[in-house]
């Protein structure tokens, strides 16, 4: 089953608001290999946030992850516009699988 | 530049089959898998297998198992998913994206394809 995250979450401008990921034993408590994903619409999704924390390189430092049990968070600070878009949670689930997360539209006010 | 060029739209009537290409450059491509990643319309992404360049070994989501298949050509860094027997459920877009798990225990996915809309209608 897909990961658990609210529809939508929205904040001001510069505000800093967090998303959920809510999964099981067998995927998010399961491994420390959970990444994010921003989606602007019409475009592919491009990766933020892997291994729960890390960041890729070129990825704002706005961006930060962390993991407790099986929920995965992902923090935006200083929110902008162009933080505007959906954002999916992704999880290693054993044996070469993988679950993304339901999704969460983020506004920014 | 890490570049992954998607095949272009389709448009199948149920009981079809689809054939998606993805032709990837800048990079090695036997160093690096190619994830196939469906997206259905106003829905989150669905993760539908894995294949090692390296090896040839396949991973398949088990919701598609018998009807999908994923292969390589190497000598032209391309990549191909076929998904048979379509429904209306399999309208959505198909992205083919890269991951560094065979070789540098990446799992993520860090470069994509612009996707490939697969329209499944009678």
């Known amino acids: 089953s897909a990961l658990t995250q609210a529809v939508s979450e929205s904040g001001s401008p510069g505000q800093s608001i967090t998303i959920s990921c809510t999964g099981t034993?067998?995927?998010?408590?399961?491994?420390?290999?959970v990444s994010w994903y921003q989606q602007h619409p019409g475009k592919a999704p491009k990766v933020i946030i892997y291994?729960?924390?890390k960041r890729p390189s070129g990825v704002s430092n706005r961006f930060s992850g962390s993991k407790s049990g099986n929920t995965a968070s992902l923090t935006i600070s200083g929110l902008q516009a162009e933080d505007e878009a959906d954002y999916y949670c992704?999880?290693?689930?054993?044996?070469?699988?993988?679950?993304f997360g339901t999704g969460t539209k983020v506004t920014v006010l | 530049q890490v570049q992954l060029v998607q095949s272009g739209a389709e448009a199948k009537k149920p009981g079809a089959s689809v054939r998606v290409s993805c032709k990837a450059s800048g990079y090695t491509f036997t160093s690096y898998g190619i994830t196939w990643v469906r997206q259905a319309p106003g829905q989150g992404p669905e993760w539908m297998g894995w294949f090692n360049t390296y090896t040839g070994d396949t991973t398949y989501s088990q919701k598609f198992q018998g009807r999908l298949t994923m292969t390589t050509d190497t000598s032209t860094t391309t990549a191909y998913m076929d998904l048979r027997n379509l429904t209306s459920d399999d309208t959505a877009v198909y992205f083919c994206?890269?991951?560094?798990?065979?070789?540098?225990?990446?799992?993520?996915?860090?470069?994509w394809g612009q996707g490939t809309l697969v329209t499944v209608s009678s």
């Open positions: 034993s067998s995927d998010v408590g399961g491994y420390n290999l």
């Open positions: 291994d729960v924390t």
């Open positions: 994206a890269r991951d560094g798990v065979h070789l540098w225990l990446e799992y993520f996915f860090d470069f």
């Open positions: 992704c999880a290693f689930a054993g044996s070469g699988t993988y679950v």
